[in-house]
């Protein structure tokens, strides 16, 4: 049976349109009335072209006519239908070449011939689309060109055949849709499990043919090679590169002890001009080492070159004298802070003006304690309360140079001030020892202190110019520090507030 295709001349993929032009080509051709000498063999083909364009015309004729073209032209299961594929499991073995030399059964004749076959079985089913697969080539086949894309290929290799012939259902036979599908899936998996099992033979085959091609091996052996001498030329380049910058690091370090060397001269030069004609520009000895790139400062060192000058700075002396410099300048600090802290309080003492107000507050606050001390010291009081507090306020009014009798109003006043007194402070004869001794820090704190300069002697009011005058004359000398009371005697003072 001949597929409806062939006998209009078109392809598979032809629109109507084209299929209508052959078919009124192909009738005018074979029509039995324009070849009356032929008419009986006009007549049959005139019938096959008749029939192929009645079922290629209707849209769903067509559609069905596609998806069981390979069935119908292999004879469906109808008919025994003997499967031609070749059998590729005889050459899974070397016996079935012999050798690579030069004769017809070698390694290369009998693999081609069976790669030529497998390709001839998938050009049946191509529809039109014709595609050369690649050959298998012989001995003197390149990688590149030939051996390369054929195991590329074939090592991946998809048939195109449909296998049509191992459907178990005819759909024809089907009473309904539901049932065509159902036998339409059920062929499907015959199709797709056959044409797997048959792409796996193929790839195992074109894998066992791989491992033994003297062209892939010598294809292998000259990529090792290319690897090596790559390998070699890298650590060639790499030993180059180093021995390059070794010079260049030698070259370097000599241009810079001649640059050291010309800077030395050029330094004696200015020396000797300078000591000649003098200065020009009336810098000392000590300033020209300060500007020098290579004067340690800690140690009042000159080195010459740079990397005498970091030897030095990684010293265990450098270091030693870094860290006992930086320990006496923050001794410094905290003295001088101490100091001005304590020169500010001084000052503060002495031009501090107490008003009347406070004064007389103070005075009776001592009259309550030399009271308190009375009451205490004797047990008993030797006179009433009422006599206590008018003599209490009496000397109040003397303190302030003011003459006033108490009243009976002011004398209650106190009397109840001074119960309150006796009943909230239980142990006096303890506080009025600390109170003594707050009283006289206070006193000789106010009392100005005179300083003296330890290198020349002179003698100073305040601290503030003591230290003025070690900051012009450079007399500072290092001396352990006092252990000094400001926070008790700020702490005492708020007690008495």
Known sequence: MRCHYDVLEVDCNADDDTIKKAYRKLALKWHPDKNPSNVEECTRYFALIQQAYDILSDPQERAWYNRHRESILKGGIDEHYEDNSLNLFPYFTSTCYSGFDDNHKNFYDVYRQVF?????????????????????GDENSTYDDVVGPFYAFWGSF?????????????????SNRRVVKAMEKENKKLREASKRERNEEIRALAAFIRKR????????????????????????????????????AKEYKESEEV???QLENLREIEEALDVEFGSSNGKSNMEFHEESDFYCVFCEKVFKTEKAMSNHKRSKKHKDTVVLLKKHIKED?????????KDIEDEEAESKKKSGKQKRKEQRKSGYDSD???VDDG????????ETNEMFVKNDIESNGEKYVANSDETNIFLKMSKVSKRSRPDNKARRCKE??????????????????DCCGEIFESRTKLFAHLRNSGHATLKSLPVTSSAKTKTNRIKKK
């Open 116 to 136: 030529e076959t497998l390709a001839s079985e998938d050009y049946e089913f191509l529809d039109g689309k014709f595609e050369e697969y690649p050959s298998f």
């Open 158 to 174: 998809c048939t195109v055949r449909s296998f049509a012939w191992l459907d178990k259902f005819d759909i024809r036979d089907a």
């Open 213 to 248: 091609d003297p062209r892939v091996r010598a294809h292998r052996k000259e990529l090792e090679e290319k690897r090596l001498e790559q390998e070699r030329k890298t650590e060639e380049n790499r030993r180059l590169k180093i021995l390059e910058q070794l010079s260049q």
């Open 259 to 261: 640059r050291q060397s």
């Open 333 to 341: 600090d905290a003295y001088i802070l101490m100091a001005d802290e």
């Open 372 to 374: 308190k001390s009375w």
């Open 379 to 386: 047990g008993e009081p030797g006179t009433s309360e009422n």
């Open 436 to 453: 003594g001794t707050a009283k006289s820090n206070a006193t000789e704190d106010t009392k100005p202190k005179k300083c003296t300069c």
